[in-house]
């Protein structure tokens, strides 16, 4: 299918991680989409694949904390978008709607973000925790709320 599953990805960044040390890493695990478009969203089987890649982001975090970089770092899990059925893109709830979750230094623990957020927010937050100005014709806004 063209895809690597998610423990491979995982597996691969970690040891990037703690060789590198990034200030900025993007790492995209596929699993839960790929899984979503072939047995739908909310089946069992992309039910099994976010499980695979919770256990994928354990990796991730391990090689962080292994890196000595923890106390500095910020993870955001998203999507790029939500899905009905098979597929996704019409203008609904279930396709619009997307997890935000942030974790570490900053983070404020246990907090929802009640604003909508939208997928572009992510790399303005980025931006935004790596002091670097999002550009004037920018969409996105930082999800400054989530942090303290």
């Given at each position: 299918?063209?895809t690597?599953?998610?423990?491979f990805?995982?597996?691969?960044?970690?040891?990037?991680i703690?060789?590198?040390?990034?200030?900025?890493?993007?790492?995209?695990?596929?699993?839960?989409?790929d899984f979503?478009?072939?047995y739908?969203?909310?089946?069992?089987?992309?039910?099994?694949?976010?499980?695979?890649?919770?256990?994928?982001?354990?990796?991730?975090?391990?090689?962080?904390?292994?890196?000595g970089?923890?106390?500095d770092?910020?993870?955001i899990?998203?999507?790029d978008?939500?899905g009905?059925?098979?597929?996704?893109g019409?203008?609904?709830?279930?396709?619009?709607?997307?997890?935000w979750?942030?974790?570490?230094?900053?983070?404020?623990?246990g907090f929802?973000?009640?604003?909508?957020?939208?997928t572009?927010?992510?790399?303005?937050?980025?931006?935004?925790?790596?002091?670097?100005?999002?550009?004037?014709?920018f969409?996105?806004?930082?999800?400054?709320?989530?942090f303290?």
């Amino acid at each position: 299918e063209g895809t690597v599953l998610a423990k491979f990805v995982a597996q691969d960044a970690g040891r990037y991680i703690v060789e590198h040390k990034p200030d900025l890493c993007f790492i995209h695990l596929t699993d839960g989409d790929d899984f979503g478009h072939k047995y739908g969203w909310g089946s069992k089987e992309q039910m099994k694949a976010f499980a695979n890649v919770d256990a994928a982001l354990g990796v991730i975090l391990g090689a962080i904390r292994q890196a000595g970089i923890a106390d500095d770092s910020v993870v955001i899990i998203t999507a790029d978008h939500g899905g009905h059925a098979k597929t996704h893109g019409l203008n609904t709830h279930d396709d619009m709607t997307i997890p935000w979750i942030a974790w570490g230094a900053h983070v404020k623990q246990g907090f929802e973000i009640r604003a909508p957020v939208v997928t572009y927010d992510t790399a303005a937050t980025a931006l935004w925790l790596l002091g670097i100005p999002c550009p004037k014709h920018f969409n996105g806004f930082p999800v400054a709320s989530a942090f303290q």
